[in-house]
């Protein structure tokens, strides 16, 4: 069973507590694997400290920014994208360093596709 939804614009606030209310699990959808066979090496993603997966009773631990468990990429280092979502890791203390991807870090998305998708993230629906 996989879930999925997506993701309401809210800015991350540093030291706010959250918790979910009126979570559904999505039973009928599958879990979003992003695309299947782009190889992204030397793409770019945002590395982080260690942060739990916020969906009940996942225990997945993120160290890079993800969506539905895979590492989001960016093509450019530079992608305005890209520098948006780190400047927010840092403002919520996640201590983000852009990296060049390597396939070793697990499966990838393309921010743009994640994006194109609906942004769906795993585990919670409103």
Same mark, same amino acid.
């Given at each position: ?24 699990? =999505?039973?009928?959808? &599958?879990?979003? *694997? ?6 992204? #090496?030397?793409? $770019? ?15 997945? =631990?993120?160290?890079?920014? *993800? ?8 093509? &450019? ?22 990296? #060049?991807?390597?396939?070793? $870090?697990?499966? #990838?998305? #393309? $921010? $743009? ?10 585990? =919670?629906?409103?």
């Amino acid at each position: 069973m996989g879930y999925l939804c997506a993701v309401e614009r809210e800015e991350p606030q540093r030291g706010r507590a959250v918790s979910v209310q009126d979570v559904e699990p =999505i039973h009928d959808e &599958e879990l979003w *694997t992003g695309e299947e066979d782009g190889d992204r #090496s030397g793409w $770019y993603c945002v590395r982080t400290d260690p942060f739990p997966c916020p969906a009940p009773g996942c225990t997945f =631990i993120a160290v890079f920014m *993800t969506a539905a468990h895979l590492v989001l990429v960016w093509e &450019e280092r530079d992608d305005p994208n890209l520098l948006r979502h780190a400047q927010r890791a840092k403002e919520v203390g996640r201590n983000p360093r852009v990296v #060049s991807y390597e396939r070793d $870090y697990g499966p #990838s998305a #393309s $921010y $743009y596709a994640w994006e194109a998708a609906g942004r769906p993230v795993h585990g =919670i629906r409103k």
